[in-house]
């Protein structure tokens, strides 16, 4: 497999309507020189039929890689992700996130060594969730808050995410004062950063778990980036069956990480 500029990780559990959506829109991104991986936590089968039917017609390079149902496991199938990846650089993001076409250029644009992008996306409600269709994303009518309204989104702040003046989002990234994190939906950094602290902590379900792996970056001196108005993805409505606490594991790993200052786990890529 020859080497990509960028590998996009997308991380996907039993949302084939929606991750058509989000496949969709890598096929009208600027910049072409990426692979996909799909990092797949168990889906049935129709998520499958759905992959294969659309690697029939796209010239996207996508790998689905799959495991087992036993609850969540996003972390180890995300630490195979990382394994497969035929690039030095990662962008790691979720298949209820539809990428605005400048989407992979803009982390490339703006990649730095020994530095992680913290994006940002816009949250959409049901109806324009369900609205959204192959047209609308080619055309990136999508991205337009005018289009998002008439369909029946509602006007907040967060509309400003949506500029694409190079100046606003820009000074906007600069005076945010939400943290720079490892947020799974739209980070990127350099996969050796990843290898070094042995990827994510395989013990960690649901809760937290991309904090943590950023948490160890930051210990180990990689610095965190905000570009949340720079580099944008729509994150489609979805209901939350978890609860939004961490639960005692993966809270009692995190201060571990914080207080000792965890660089690398022993419970990651190399632990197999």
């Known amino acids: 497999m020859r080497p990509y500029q960028a590998t996009v990780i997308i991380s996907t559990y039993n949302q084939p309507k929606w991750l058509e959506k989000v496949l969709w829109s890598y096929e009208y991104q600027t910049f072409k020189d990426f692979e996909i991986i799909i990092a797949d936590d168990g889906s049935e089968k129709a998520t499958r039929d759905l992959i294969e039917s659309f690697k029939e017609t796209s010239k996207l390079a996508i790998n689905h890689i799959w495991q087992e149902d036993k609850g969540f496991r996003k972390t180890k199938i995300l630490n195979q992700a990382i394994i497969a990846s035929n690039s030095e650089y990662i962008i790691f993001t979720d298949g209820d996130c539809i990428g605005r076409n400048d989407f992979v250029q803009t982390h490339l644009q703006l990649k730095q060594e020994n530095t992680a992008l913290s994006g940002g996306y816009y949250k959409l409600n049901l109806n324009v969730s369900t609205k959204i269709n192959k047209t ?93 108005y720079s580099a944008i993805c729509l994150h489609l409505y979805h209901e939350r069956p978890y609860a939004q606490a961490e639960n005692s594991l993966n809270s009692e790993i995190r201060k571990i990480t914080k207080n000792k200052k965890i660089v690398k786990t022993e419970f990651g890529i190399d632990s197999k």
């Not at 989104?153 to 003046?165: A, E, I």
């Not at 904090?211 to 980036?225: A, L, P, W």
Request: glycine share 8%.
């Open 136 to 228: 609308d994303i080619e055309t990136q009518n999508c991205f337009k808050f005018k289009w998002l309204e008439a369909q029946g989104q509602q006007k907040d702040f967060k509309s400003n995410k949506l500029s694409t003046s190079k100046f606003k989002t820009k000074f906007l990234d600069a005076i945010t004062p939400t943290k720079a994190t490892f947020d799974g939906m739209n980070v990127s950094c350099y996969k050796h950063d990843l290898l070094a602290v042995n990827g994510f902590d395989e013990r960690m379900s649901y809760g937290g778990e991309d904090r943590e792996i950023g948490e160890r970056m930051m210990n180990n001196g990689v610095k965190f980036k905000q570009v949340r």
